[in-house]
């Protein structure tokens, strides 16, 4: 059940990158108090509406495996609070919204999932697993290593060629166990399995940014489908 009240997505409002542009110059816990009500109507009511009308079109288009929580905390859209105790960034506030459609058997940010950044100039849909735990990275390096074929067919479909792109950290050199001939061997050596697809700003004001991301979303399918079952869950 959403967690505020309203009407469903109809575009997030014209102002939001906007907002997330000013907070980014005002990264400080007096200005977020003084303007959290524009947060609240700008980014987070917005999102969770958006999150809320995205579960029947994911579940219909990609999979019933996958879920979008739209709760204000615990849910598929991310804390605008930063986790400062390990950085050296010490500023409090995010200064874009995430927005994760994960697995059902995931219980956090290092499960396979479906994902949308909002933030200006650079707004983009993500899909696979980043920083896999060592045990599914393995089964994923194994995957890929005893089924070239399947791998090459899930990123080299002509929709995911045209708008979808693998990004993420590398090992320097092989893993441990694994052929440096490999034809495969630089996916061999991700240590995250993260497709990305950019767009412009304007995309997110529109009604239908609902459908354009599950359209898009199907373009990295078969990727998904190869992680979800070199992990060992279902699509």
Known sequence: MLETSGGFFQGFPKSSLKFLGELKQNNNRPWFQENKSRYEELVRSPSLHFIEDMGPRISKRLSTHFVAVPKKVGGSLMRVYRDTRFSKDKTPYKTNVGIQFRHVQGKDVHAPGFYVHLEPGNCFLGAGIWRPESRSLLKIREFIADNPNAWKSAINTRGFRRNWCLIGDSLIRPPKGFDKEHPLIEDLKRKSFIAR????????????????????????????????YAIEVNY
Request: glycine residues 4%; charged residues 25%.
């Open 197 to 228: 697809f950019g767009f412009p700003d304007h995309r997110i004001y529109q009604p239908d940014f609902r459908d354009f991301s599950v359209k898009h979303y199907t373009q990295a399918a078969k990727l998904m489908d190869c992680l979800c």
